[in-house]
């Protein structure tokens, strides 16, 4: 809906809290009251907000040389290699009693991928993690190889975790730390436009994009992130370090949840109402950034909208973070706006990553009960509703306004010039150093709808010549029983007209014409595979299996052969995978 025209102001001092995240929520006079207090007390001590490429100076703190990354080493110029990140930890490793060290996977061109336990006391087993009723945290960087900045926080995050000022985060929490998740890509280097002068690849060494296989699974990557940490460890939160191209925003960094509308809103819902507002808070007063949703500005000025698509996020779920979500668990993915220094931005990630674990420190119970009471509910709604065919969820969704917001944005974007006398283009703009403008009265468009719903079955009966898709949805933590002796079933039968192509998210997928139609009593011989959906992962299994989720396995073409196979290209078929209401023993 188009609204009144936008205003702009110039940012010339310390600015009090622009409206966020709360902006819908309904102020109590006590509320008020307290929230002017606040204000009066941040005006009687302006904070120092650091713009453009700013930071502070000596943030990163003084380190024996054992102890340095290679940014900080190198003038940020240079980031780290696979081998120079394996030597870092092997550092911590070599002086620390609470680190142990996990393989996760090893790639086609035999590199480990290693993810860092960091607990204390020193823990090796998700069993002995469980028992401590400490908060897990996996936090991962480099997924996209030419966006290092996580990977170098992380390390000095650990760092300063383990021998710093950051210990009493282990009191109440246990981290598992992988810098560097794309191993392959990041040693495929490339010159880069500014800082680090080297960069490695987006994709891995199978040329695939890690960061669009969480529902589909294709890489090693992906699928040991799955196996040893996700399903062992069953991490609370869920963080993932990334960077934006060049954004007009004037945020140090963005920040993004599940967006999934399949997924339960109760931990997605308290990342964005709680966790956000507050992170958003103290990255301001103890790190000087202005940080934000994940989004972008439209190409109007002043501009009427604020989107997480106009930053490629996106209510799908072939995203890590999104598709964390739909295990009712909390994730977020978060980006640095791509023009501004290397050590500009690992000191966002740095900050935004701090705040987030002083945060889950102090709320991890609070944390972990939202996560739990989410698995309940799955549960209690699948025994409840499915069985009648009352329950629906949704197979697709879009972004909506929240409402009206104010942003930090700047006038123009930061031009891709070359530096006089050089071959370099990256640098950031004059007036991306300047503090940006406010534009008041934004649309925020990052509220996650749905808008094509389908019915939740008690289950799905998979042939058991499907093997393969019980196979992945073992490996996305989904319970996946065999018939041990025929059943009869009730229930729907997909009925497949044609099998077509679609564009989304940047890939070739498979759409599926068709419709559904009730099903009469129908026998399945042992050997069949039963997905019970009164299980904890009932809505990723649906995401995966329902045949007309744009994103699911049908969509990223996993059953495309065994379409062919039966004929779908000549004539109607029925979608193998049945979902059943009621089985009669
Ligand atoms: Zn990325």
């Keep these: ?41 941040a005006s009687a001590q302006p904070l120092k907000i650091f713009w453009g490429d700013s930071v502070p100076k000596g943030w990163n703190g003084s380190w024996p040389a054992k102890f340095l990354t290679v940014p900080e080493r190198t003038k940020f110029e240079r980031t780290a290699s696979s081998s120079e990140v394996l030597e870092f930890i092997d550092v911590l490793k070599w002086n620390s009693d609470k680190v142990a060290v ?18 204390s006391p020193r823990l090796t087993s998700p069993d002995e993690a469980v028992k401590t009723g400490k908060t897990v945290v996996y936090l991962q960087g480099n997924i996209h190889a030419y966006e290092p900045e996580a990977k170098e926080a992380l390390q000095m995050l650990m760092r300063d975790i383990l021998f710093g000022k950051r210990k009493a985060l282990l009191d109440s929490l246990i981290l598992i730390v992988c810098p560097n998740f794309n191993v392959d890509g990041n040693d495929t280097l490339a010159l880069s436009d500014g800082t680090p002068h080297l960069l ?15 529902v589909k699974l294709e890489t090693v990557e992906v699928n040991g992130l799955y196996r040893t940490i996700f399903n062992r460890w069953d991490p609370i939160l869920v963080y993932d370090g990334h960077l934006m191209g060049r954004v007009q925003h004037g945020y140090a960094i963005g920040y993004a949840t599940c967006t999934v509308p399949a997924a ?24 000087g950034l202005e940080v934000f949703t994940h989004g972008d500005i439209d190409n109007k000025w002043p501009t009427t909208t604020w989107s997480h698509e106009a930053a490629m996020w996106t209510t799908e779920a072939k995203f890590v973070a999104n598709a964390y979500g739909l295990r ?59 069985e009648s065919g009352e329950l629906k969820n949704w197979v697709a969704g879009k972004y909506e306004s929240w409402g009206r917001i104010d942003i930090l944005a700047y006038q123009k974007r930061n031009m891709s010039e ?24 934004v649309e925020n468009m990052t509220k996650p709808v749905g808008t094509v719903e389908a019915t939740v079955p008690r289950g799905y009966l998979i042939p058991a010549e499907l093997d393969y898709v019980a196979e992945k949805l073992r490996t996305h933590n989904i319970r996946v029983d065999v018939l041990t002796k025929p059943v009869k079933a009730t229930g729907e039968e997909f009925v497949i007209d044609k099998v077509g192509q679609a564009r989304g998210g940047g890939a ?29 992962m009932a809505n990723m299994a649906f995401y995966c299996l329902e045949p007309q989720a744009a994103d699911g ?15 779908a290209d000549k004539r109607s078929v029925v979608y193998p995978i049945f979902k059943y209401f009621k089985i009669m023993e």
């Excluded at 490695?200 to 969480?214: I, S, T």
């Excluded at 070359?418 to 009265?441: C, D, F, N, Q, Y």
């Excluded at 049908?554 to 062919?564: A, C, D, I, Q, R």
């Design 102 to 119: 996990i393989n996760m996977f090893t790639t086609s061109l035999r590199r480990v991928g290693t993810a860092v336990v960091l607990a």
């Design 1 to 41: 809906m188009p609204g009144a025209p936008a205003a702009v102001e110039k940012v010339d001092k310390p600015q009090s809290p622009l409206s966020g995240e709360q902006t819908l929520k309904k102020f109590t006079f006590l509320g008020f009251a307290i929230l002017l207090c606040g204000l009066l007390a």
């Design 264 to 287: 339960h809103p109760g931990p997605r819902g308290y990342v964005f109402d709680k966790l956000f507002p507050a992170v958003r808070e103290a990255t301001r007063k103890n790190f």
């Design 200 to 214: 490695g690849n987006a994709n891995n060494a199978q040329n695939l994009n890690l960061n669009r296989d969480a």
């Design 328 to 386: 009712n668990r909390m994730a977020i993915l978060a980006e640095t706006p791509g023009h501004e220094s290397f050590e500009r931005r690992i000191y966002a990630q740095y900050a935004l990553i701090t705040e987030v674990l002083e945060y889950a420190a102090k709320h991890g119970r609070e944390m972990q009960e939202i996560c739990r009471a989410a698995d309940k509910e799955v549960i209690e709604a699948v025994k409840a509703k499915a």
């Design 418 to 441: 070359l530096i006089p006398g050089t071959s370099v283009r990256a640098k950031i703009a004059p007036h991306m150093l300047e503090p940006p403008a406010i534009v008041r009265g």
């Design 508 to 536: 070739n997928m498979i759409k599926l014409e068709g419709g559904f139609a009730k099903s009469p009593l129908k026998e399945f011989p042992a050997g069949t595979f039963r997905v019970d959906l009164a299980q904890p």
């Design 553 to 567: 396995f049908v969509g990223w073409g996993v059953l495309e052969p065994y379409f062919k196979s039966i004929g």
